[in-house]
């Protein structure tokens, strides 16, 4: 019984050669994929290609270049995230704004795409907003602050208790019963 599956694959690999080798003859042989790299060839040259260093508008290539690739976000030099809150929408055939205030300051008007102290107003919705910040890309809503302020404001009711474990936080559930809170 296992004589005749070792038959057929003793048979097989020559036979799939030969059949390969008179296929590659029939399609032109070695001259067939040199002649079809040519005509290829001859026929791109007539090709414009648009230049790789073509400025797109809006884009300040020195100022993208001039930017950290990454925001070092804690420790010695960090960089804070603003606080971003949304006042106020407008949106007219013309212009789509939103009315935003920075780290406080008094709300100032915002057309996507324009960026001021750091933040860029990439989205105005119905109701909130994209923007994108030294540090990530936020979406604020109509009347609340960004997240980084949020989180920064409530430390959880764990942590505004006191309560929890030398870090901070609570405890395992598998601490002894003398140890938990």
């Known amino acids: 019984m296992l004589d005749r599956p070792l038959a057929l694959t003793l048979i097989a690999a020559p036979s799939g050669l030969i059949l390969g080798a008179i296929a590659w003859i029939v399609a032109g042989g070695a001259g067939f994929a040199d002649a079809a790299l040519t005509d290829v060839s001859a026929r791109s040259e007539g090709f414009r290609v648009a230049s790789a260093r073509a400025a797109t508008p809006g884009v300040d290539l ?24 949304l006042t106020g929408l407008a949106r007219s055939p013309r212009r789509v704004a939103a009315l935003i205030s920075i780290n406080d300051a008094p709300p100032a008007w915002l057309a996507e795409g324009e960026t001021r102290d750091g933040v860029t107003l990439l989205d105005v919705g119905s109701g909130q907003v994209t923007v994108d910040t030294t540090v990530a890309v936020r979406e604020v809503r109509l009347g609340e602050a960004s997240l980084a302020q949020a989180a920064a404001a409530d430390p959880g009711p764990a942590l505004a208790a006191g309560g929890g474990g030398p870090r901070g936080g609570l405890e395992p559930a598998s601490a002894p019963a003398s140890v938990r809170p």
Do not use: C, D, H, Y
């Open 62 to 85: 020195t100022r993208a270049m001039n930017a950290p690739l990454f925001s070092l976000t804690n420790g010695k030099g960090a960089i804070a995230e603003p606080t971003v809150r």
